[in-house]
C-alpha cells in the first residue's frame, strides 16, 4: 500500500528519508508481480460475487411447469444442466462433496435432480445412476450424527412421497421410508400444538416439502419485494408450482436472466457475499490493500441500510454484520433493525431461530461486541454467548459438525475482541484453513468463492512474512539501542523488551508505521525501567535529581548527575525525546517536543507522589490516589507520542482538547484498575499502593475483598465501554478516527496481558510473542491450490 500523506489530508513536509521509507516498502511489493497480480484478483471478486451454483434449487426450478402447458418445463435449460451436470458416483451437488458430514445434502440434491428429470420423462441413465448413489449411501438417511440440511427432516420425506406420485421407486427400504413419514407427521402435529411465529416461518421456507399447505395467505406474508419467498429459488418455485403467483414468477424468469441455467441456492445474496469479503480481509491484516474498493462498498451498504433495503434488513447474519462493518468504520448507524434480538425470545420468532442457525448467532455476537456500552447489545452478547457455548458443548460430543463454523465459533468466545490483538488474530485465522474451506449448509450446502480463495490466502502469508521480516530487524535494533544506551547496566530494571515492542508490532504492524512502532517501544522499555528506578533502584536524592534535569531541558549546559544510574537514564531518556521530536515533526510539520517533555515531566512527578506515600506510610483518598495512578500506571510516553507518527495532522489545539486527553485518561484508568487488580496479592506482600488495598482501608459498607476486586472489575469494564463509545463517535470529533484507534489498540494490549493474571510481568505471553515476531506462516502447499 502507498501512503500519501499529503494526499491523506496532512499539508506538513514530509522529510524524504520518510518518503524513500515508504517508497521502498512498496518498491519492494511492487516488484513480485505475483503479489501484484493476486491484488488484481482480489479487486475483482469485490467487485463481482460468486456464489456456488445448487443442484438442489435448480432441480425444483426445473420442476416448474409451463403456465401455457403443463406438461412442458418453463425453464428446460435448468433440465439440460441436470443432465449435463451430474458427478461420476451418480450424485448431484458442490464439487468435492465427499465428506461425511454433507452426505445427507448431497442425498437431499441427488433425489430434487432425480425427481426433476423423471417428472419430464427425461434422463433415464441419469435416474438410475442417481438411484444407485442413494442405495449405496442409504444408511447415511437415518445416522443422526450426520448434519441435516434445514427442513431435512419435512422436505426429503416429502420428496419420497412426490416419488411414489411418478411411480418411482426409492431404494430405501419401506420401514426406512414408513419412519422417517411418521416422525415427520409427527414433527408437523407437535408444532401445530405450540405455534410461534419462527415455526410459521419455518412451515412456509419448506413449501416445498409440506405439499399440503395450500392457504396462500399463511405464504405471501413471506414473499419479497422481488417476488420470492426468503430469496430461495426452491421454495419460490414451489409456491409458483402450487399457486401461481406473478410475483413468484418474476423472481423466478430474473434469475434464470441472470444465471442462464444453473441457479444458487439464495439469491440476492451480493451485501452478504461482499461485507464478508471485507471481514476476511480484515481478519487477515491485508485490507489495507483495498481502502478505495471496500468504502465503496460500504458507501453502498450504508445507502441500503438508510432506505431499510430487504436484502439487509430482512437477511438477520447480513444486517448484523453490516451493523458491525459500518459502525467499525465511521458509518452513523442505528442500533434499531437489531433490537428485536437483544433477547432470545426474539431470535425464536425467527427462521433463522427455528432452524437455529448457529451463523447468524455468532454474527450476532459479534456485532454485540462491537457496541459494548448499549445495555440492549449487553443483553445480546449475554445470550448469544451462551447459546454459542451450548451449541460448541453439543458439537464436541458428535464431532461431525462444520469445521469452519466450529473454529469460528471457538474462537469468537475464547478471543473476545477487546482482548485480542491483530496479529496474533491474522496468524491464528491463517492457520486453521477456514479461510480455504468454506462450505455452509442452509437447505443445501453452498460456497462463497469470494472467501473461499487460495488467492487471498497466499497474500495474507505473502504479506505477513513480509512484515515480519521488517518487525524482526526492527527488533534488532532496538537491541542494539538497550546496549549502545547501557540500560542493560541497570540491575534493577526488568528486560520487557520484547513485550514492549511485541505489543506495538501487533497493533501497528503495517510497515509504514515503522515510527510509531519504534517510539512505542521505546516509550514501554524507558517507562519500565523509570518505574523500577522510582520503585527500587533509586534515592529520593536520585529521582529528584532526574525530575530536575528533565524539567530544567537544558540542551546547552553540563548536566550535573547524582550517580550512573541517573546519567543513564536521563541521558536515552533525552535522546529518545529528541528523536521522537524529531520524527513527529515530518509527521506534523510543527515542533511537539515540549510536549513530549511534559508527558515524561507528569509522569515522573506522579511517580515521586507515589514514592513519598509508599516511604511516608500515609494512605491517601482513593480520589488522590485514582487521580495520580492513572497518570503513574505510564501509558503516556507509550500512547500519546505514537499518535504524532501514523499519518494524520494533531494540531495543538486537538492535543489540549478534552477528548485527547479523555482518551488517554480512560484507557490508563482502566490499565491501573487491571494492574491492581491482578497485582494486588503481589503488592501488598511488596506493601505497595493499590486500589483494591486502599478500598479495603476506606470501606464503609464491609465488602469482602472479593466483592471489592469484582466491583474494581465492573469499573475498568465500564472505563472500556466509555473508551470504545468515544472513539467510535464520529459527529464533533476533535481527534483524527486513525489516532483514537491507537487508544483503543492500547486497551486491546491491556486486556490480553491481565485477562487472567499480571501478563506483563510473568513470561506467560512469550509464545505469543514469538510466533508473531520470529515465526513466519509456512502452510502445506495444497492449502495454497
Known amino acids: ?170 431404494p430405501l427400504g419401506s420401514e426406512v421410508v414408513d419412519a422417517m413419514i411418521r416422525k415427520r407427521d409427527l414433527d408437523l402435529k407437535c408444532d401445530s400444538e ?33 417476488g420470492s419467498l426468503f430469496d430461495s429459488p426452491a421454495t419460490t418455485a414451489a409456491a409458483f408450482t402450487q399457486f401461481g403467483n406473478d410475483g413468484c414468477l418474476r423472481y423466478l424468469c430474473s434469475l434464470l436472466q441472470k444465471f442462464e441455467a444453473a441457479v444458487p441456492t439464495v439469491y440476492p445474496f451480493d451485501q452478504y457475499a461482499r461485507l464478508s469479503l471485507i471481514v476476511t480481509l480484515e481478519s487477515l491484516g491485508i485490507d489495507r490493500d483495498f481502502k478505495t474498493e471496500i468504502k465503496s462498498i460500504l458507501d453502498e451498504t450504508y445507502r441500503y441500510w438508510l432506505r431499510g433495503d430487504e436484502e439487509i434488513c430482512l437477511e438477520l447474519a447480513t444486517c448484523a454484520l453490516a451493523f458491525r462493518l459500518l459502525l467499525a468504520h465511521g458509518y452513523d448507524v442505528s442500533y434499531d ?20 442457525n448457529t451463523f447468524s448467532v455468532l454474527e450476532l455476537f459479534k456485532a454485540a461486541q462491537s457496541y459494548p456500552h448499549e445495555s440492549a447489545l449487553k443483553k445480546q452478547c449475554s445470550w448469544t454467548k451462551q447459546y454459542l457455548e451450548m451449541e460448541l458443548s453439543n458439537w464436541l460430543k458428535t464431532s461431525v459438525r462444520d469445521k469452519y463454523l466450529k473454529k469460528e465459533v471457538e474462537d469468537a468466545l475464547a478471543f473476545p475482541s477487546y482482548a485480542s490483538l491483530e496479529r496474533s488474530d491474522h496468524r491464528r485465522k491463517l492457520l486453521n484453513g477456514s479461510v480455504v474451506e468454506n462450505t455452509r449448509v442452509t437447505k443445501t450446502s453452498y460456497r462463497l468463492h469470494n472467501i473461499c480463495s487460495s488467492d487471498i490466502l497466499k497474500l495474507a502469508v505473502d504479506d505477513f512474512n513480509f512484515c515480519q521480516s521488517i518487525h524482526r530487524e526492527e527488533m534488532e535494533r532496538l537491541d542494539r539501542w538497550i546496549v549502545e544506551n547501557r540500560l542493560q ?88 525525546i529528541l528523536e521522537t521530536g524529531d520524527k513527529a515533526f515530518t509527521y506534523q510539520g510543527r515542533t511537539v517536543t515540549h510536549h513530549i517533555v511534559k508527558i515524561w515531566l507528569d509522569l515522573l512527578k506522579s511517580m515521586l507522589r507515589e514514592a513519598e506515600w509508599s516511604c511516608d506510610k500515609s494512605t491517601p483518598s482513593l480520589e488522590d490516589y485514582m487521580e495520580n495512578a492513572y497518570i503513574s500506571f505510564a501509558l503516556g510516553p507509550i500512547v500519546l507520542p505514537a499518535t504524532y507518527l501514523i499519518g494524520p495532522p494533531l494540531p495543538e489545539k486537538t492535543v489540549d482538547s478534552h477528548q485527547y486527553n479523555q482518551l488517554y485518561k480512560l484507557v490508563s484508568t482502566m490499565g491501573r484498575l487491571l494492574n491492581d487488580i491482578q497485582g494486588f496479592k503481589r503488592e501488598s506482600a511488596e506493601g505497595k499502593l493499590n486500589v483494591v488495598s486502599l478500598h479495603m482501608k476506606h470501606e464503609r459498607d464491609n465488602r469482602s475483598k472479593e466483592e471489592i476486586i469484582e466491583s474494581m472489575k465492573g469499573l475498568a469494564e465500564r472505563k472500556r465501554e466509555e473508551l470504545h463509545k468515544l472513539v467510535l463517535e ?32 510473568s513470561d506467560d505471553l512469550m509464545s505469543l510473542v514469538k510466533s508473531v515476531i520470529y515465526e513466519p506462516v509456512t502452510l502445506q502447499e495444497e492449502s495454497l491450490t
Open 1 to 170: 500500500m502507498s501512503i500519501n500523506l499529503r494526499s491523506s489530508g496532512c499539508s506538513s513536509p514530509i522529510s524524504a528519508t520518510l518518503e524513500k521509507r515508504l517508497e521502498a516498502v512498496d518498491q519492494t511489493r511492487a516488484n513480485n508481480v505475483s503479489f501484484e497480480q493476486t491484488k488484481d484478483k482480489i479487486r475483482k471478486m469485490l467487485d463481482k460475487v460468486e456464489l456456488s451454483v445448487s443442484a438442489y434449487d435448480t432441480s425444483w426450478v426445473a420442476m416448474v411447469p409451463s403456465p401455457s402447458s403443463q406438461n412442458a418445463p418453463l425453464f428446460p435449460q435448468c433440465l439440460k444442466w441436470l443432465l449435463k451436470n451430474q458427478h461420476e458416483d451418480g450424485s448431484w451437488g458442490l464439487d468435492n462433496h465427499d465428506h461425511q458430514s454433507l452426505k445427507k445434502d448431497v442425498l437431499s440434491s441427488t433425489l430434487a435432480s432425480i425427481l426433476a428429470l423423471k417428472k419430464w420423462g427425461t434422463g433415464e441413465r441419469q435416474i438410475n445412476k442417481g438411484l444407485q448413489f442413494i442405495e449405496l449411501n442409504s444408511a447415511s438417511v437415518t445416522d443422526e450424527t450426520i448434519q441435516k440440511p434445514a427442513g431435512f427432516d419435512i422436505i426429503f420425506p416429502g420428496m419420497i412421497e412426490y416419488a411414489r406420485d411418478l411411480n418411482l421407486a426409492i
Open 194 to 226: 405450540r405455534f410461534s411465529k419462527g415455526r410459521e416461518a419455518y412451515l412456509a421456507y419448506v413449501l416445498e416439502g409440506t405439499r399440503n399447505l395450500k392457504d396462500w395467505d399463511l405464504i405471501v406474508k413471506y414473499q419479497r419485494k422481488n
Open 337 to 356: 433493525p437489531l433490537k428485536p434480538f437483544a433477547e432470545e425470545s426474539g431470535f425464536s420468532d425467527t427462521l433463522e431461530g427455528y432452524v437455529k
Open 489 to 576: 547496566e541497570l540491575k534493577f530494571a526488568r528486560q520487557k523488551l520484547a513485550y514492549c515492542y511485541f505489543s506495538g508490532a501487533a497493533t501497528l504492524f503495517s510497515p509504514e508505521l515503522s515510527d510509531a512502532r519504534i517510539s512505542w517501544a521505546k516509550g514501554g522499555v524507558l517507562t519500565t525501567v523509570v518505574d523500577d528506578f522510582f520503585d527500587v533502584g533509586g534515592s529520593k536524592e536520585e529521582l529528584e535529581n532526574l525530575i530536575h534535569l528533565v524539567e530544567k531541558w537544558d540542551l546547552n549546559g553540563v548536566p550535573e548527575y547524582r550517580s550512573d544510574n541517573v546519567e543513564i537514564i536521563f541521558s536515552v531518556l533525552r535522546d529518545t
Open 730 to 761: 464520529e459527529k464533533g470529533s476533535a481527534v483524527p478516527r486513525e489516532c483514537k484507534e491507537v487508544f483503543l489498540k492500547m486497551s486491546k494490549v491491556l486486556n490480553l496481558f491481565y485477562r487472567k493474571d499480571d501478563g506483563f510481568t
